[in-house]
């Protein structure tokens, strides 16, 4: 059973840095693609960032690019999402997800991810 647990969002001021997990299980971690992505109220849900399984390569939301790293840790079925000099407007739940693809092109597609998290709520005040 595919299962994808996020953890680490909580509530900052702006400027300040948060590091978000999401700890994978049920599937061989390694040879997937692992992907963030955001949610507001009312919003659709936006790609923040992603890491291909294939090539290593990371790709980024242009909102975020320059500010937030995505790392992965295979041997521990792990992938982080480095958070610095945090905006009001980062405030979303974050939710990590899984997919099999590893095109570059296809990597911000919330379509081509098949396994989705819980998320974790970030809240970041002014």
């Known amino acids: 059973q595919v299962q994808l647990v996020e953890s680490g969002g909580g509530l900052v001021q702006a400027g300040d840095s948060l590091r978000l997990s999401c700890v994978a299980s049920?599937?061989?971690?390694?040879?997937?693609?692992m992907g963030w992505f955001r949610q507001v109220p009312g919003k659709e849900r936006e790609f923040v960032a992603a890491?291909?399984?294939?090539?290593?390569?990371?790709f980024y939301g242009a909102s975020v690019k320059g500010r937030f790293t995505i790392s992965r840790d295979n041997a521990k079925s792990t992938v982080y999402l480095e958070m610095n000099s945090l905006k009001s407007e980062d405030t979303a739940v974050y939710y990590c997800?899984?997919?099999?693809?590893?095109?570059?092109?296809?990597?911000?597609?919330?379509?081509?991810?098949?396994?989705w998290g819980q998320g974790t709520q970030v809240t970041v005040s002014s």
């Open positions: 049920g599937f061989t971690f390694s040879s997937y693609s």
């Open positions: 997800a899984a997919s099999r693809s590893y095109y570059y092109s296809h990597l911000s597609r919330r379509t081509i991810y098949a396994s």
């Open positions: 890491a291909a399984w294939v090539s290593g390569a990371t």
